[in-house]
Nanobody, 120 residues
Framework: QVQLVESGGGLVQAGGSLRLSCAAS????????MSWFRQAPGKEREFVAA????????YYADSVKGRFTISRNNAKDTVYLQMSSLKPEDTAVYYC?????????????WGQGTQVTVSS
């Protein structure tokens, strides 16, 4: 069973940076495409970024393009989300997700989430 554990969330001022991590276990990590999603209070969950199995290809929501970077270390079974130039509207619970198929909006496996709060 794939297990995902996010870390790195917290409170940051607008314009600041945070790096989220998501450690995977119970799976052959390099066989899974990884994604980050987020959900703000009262809003639908939305896609943030995705990365292919080897890390060669990345995809971003328009709202974070140029500010967020997704990466992965298959030797450490970990995916990262480097967030820079944070805005108050980036405040949300951030979830990592895994699936053997890249590009799904409902991956099979999800972490518990980590809270990111950006103050103005």
């Amino acid at each position: 069973q794939v297990q995902l554990v996010e870390s790195g969330g917290g409170l940051v001022q607008a314009g600041g940076s945070l790096r989220l991590s998501c450690a995977a276990s119970g799976c052959a990590f390099s066989s899974y495409a990884m994604s980050w999603f987020r959900q703000a209070p009262g809003k639908e969950r939305e896609f943030v970024a995705a990365i292919s199995w080897s890390g060669d290809s990345t995809y971003y929501a328009d709202s974070v393009k140029g500010r967020f970077t997704i990466s992965r270390n298959n030797a450490k079974d970990t995916v990262y989300l480097q967030m820079s130039s944070l805005k108050p509207e980036d405040t949300a619970v951030y979830y990592c997700a895994a699936d053997r198929t890249l590009g799904l909006m409902s991956p099979a496996y999800w972490g518990q989430g980590t809270q990111v709060t950006v103050s103005s």
